[in-house]
């Protein structure tokens, strides 16, 4: 992978470890082919960068070391940006950071003023770690960067695994690893004598009022997107990923307007049927004239590429599109794409997901007169005819109880671990460890501190953060580390993060129709089919293939057999999941299998660095774990 790291502190020796040896050390954890280590040194701190050419950025002056990775833009200037950045910090201080636009994680260490800065982009793109330590602080990218220096904890976090089993990957702030935190989106941390503190340096502010003609903000919005892709394209062989749906058709199409050349575009299908929608990839290339790339998935693949992901991932990750993502990502790099550009944020900032429509319907209920609702229907549905089992009835009453409860936490009502619930899937020592309601806390305190009056907005500032900086841009962006190509995010500009923030709610969600805005705005460019499909993507028949593969299911539930002595996972638990559960429904109690599967995988890896460098800065794994 790519990325920064750094320590800051009174004596980085520590017996036979030197600085630039531990230097040189963390910054090997994130040097892969097409990439360069370079570093630079105080006598109480370093930095360094691996990153591909024109990702890397390092300046040095009087005792201040900037490191910064990315692509960032300070101003409307792309040149020299660490060294402007470090003239802002003399006046500016941590605020300097706004000046910043783009994708960055940005390291500042002031050994003269004794502070150290830490920040990540608005959209949280990359990683940015940090670690406090008797001696000082550390940070980097990666869990592996930090473990790489003999004064980071090794401990796994218990808290951390719980919400990995609650949201299939670890949200920040939370790390795998005691001690470790994670840096929010728009979030910076100042160190200074010995104390961190974590403040927001940048907020989604919506504004609701603003109703301009649909004329204009059409036009501003196509020029947006126009510069938006323009930016992200503008070096090398870029390709596009293609799922066939409105965001990725879209971006596939300007990315041919603004350069001149067929744009390259690269799908994935699968020979299952209700999975595959390489019809409409195929429309979408046909319609922008693109030099299109398709590669179907098997279960072959899958076999052979789930130990190679668990050990590039940072963290357990349990979304299962990571497969097809890798496979787009390494047919484009064979092709000699050097970035790939990807759909990602349009769901969040434009009102594409289905989700947004259901929760809609459950807020009408709310809409209605108290009285009504509790004098009235409640008594009725659930007093005088409650006993009365017929379909209508059934589904009034399943509608009126998800209505009643509250946001966000109607979200979670078919999160998987509080439908199996806690008590049964995990044992009663690892469940005395963490705190159950935590996940759920952090969930209310995203959504009710948004900027934010309609409920679609709030949403999608939940949906930024736990939805898009916690999953998919980490997918799509460890898919294509691991292909050795780039990956963008034209939707994820600053412009048209502003951009969204003055949509109106209603062009946003109009009733229940997802995208108002976005579609009518596009219809001139995209396929009318591709407009009017629903929303799939790269999603993985999981749950079929185990069913089918010999193969696949002995690697899942060899791996479920192994997770039982870990004692996080009550065995009871996955006997029953694979011997009666997956038979009765194999796509939703498949998706349990597959995280446990890649916790597992994820595990090993960890134990095995353990085994193969004792006593060094690999992680080290509780006996429990």
Known sequence: MSGLCGFYGKSQDSGSFKADDVMRAMGMRLTTSGTELHTLQAPSGAVAVAAPSGACH???????????????MLGDRADRVAERLAQLWQTSGPQACQALSGAFALAMVD?????????????????????????????????AALLSHPDAAREPDPQALYHYLHFHMIPAPHVAFAGQVRLLPGEYLLYQHGKAARAGYWRLRFDEQSRPPFAGRKQEFRAILQDSVRAASDQGKVGAFLSGGTDSSTLAGILGQVRDERPHTYSIGFDVPGYDEMQYAR?????????HHEYYVTANDVVAAVPRLAAACDQPFGNASLV????????????GVTRMIGGDGGDELFGGNERYARQAVFARYEQLPSACRQLLLEPLLFGALGGIDVAPLRKARS???????????????YNLLRRYGPSEVLTTD?????????????????????????????????????????????????????????????????????FSARLAPEAKLRGTQLRHFFKQALADHLPRAIVHKRKHGFGLPF??????????????????????????????????LTVRMV??????????????????????????????VPGTAHAVLADHC
């Open 58 to 72: 390092l300046y040095r002056r009087e005792g201040l070391l900037v490191a910064l990775w990315g692509r960032p």
């Open 111 to 143: 050994t003269v003023a004794g502070q150290v800065c830490l920040a990540v982009d608005r959209c949280g793109s990359l990683p940015l770690l940090y670690q406090r330590t008797p001696h000082g602080l550390l940070f980097g990218s990666s869990s």
């Open 283 to 291: 429309l979408a290339a046909h319609h922008f004239d693109t030099d």
């Open 324 to 335: 097809p993502a890798y496979f787009c990502a390494r047919m484009a790099a064979a092709d």
């Open 399 to 413: 509608y009126v109880d998800q209505a009643l409860v509250t946001m966000p936490a109607r979200l979670e009502t």
């Open 430 to 498: 690892f469940l005395a460890r963490v705190d159950t309601t935590l996940p759920q806390a952090e969930l209310d305190a995203c959504y009710w501190q948004a900027d934010a009056l309609a409920q679609i907005n709030r949403m999608q500032a939940l949906d930024m953060r736990f939805t898009l900086a916690d999953n998919d841009l980490p997918k799509v962006r460890q898919a294509c580390e691991l292909a050795g190509v780039e990956a963008a995010f034209p939707f994820l500009s600053d412009a048209m993060l502003e």
């Open 543 to 576: 749950g079929h293939w185990l069913q089918e593969h010999a193969g696949l299911r002995a690697l899942a539930y060899d791996s479920l057999s192994d997770l039982k002595s870990r004692r996080i996972v009550r065995a009871s638990f996955i006997d029953a």
């Open 583 to 612: 038979q009765e429904h194999p796509a939703y109690h498949g998706t349990m299998v597959w995280v446990l599967m890649m916790l597992e995988q994820w595990l090993r890896v960890q134990s095995a660095q353990r085994a193969a």
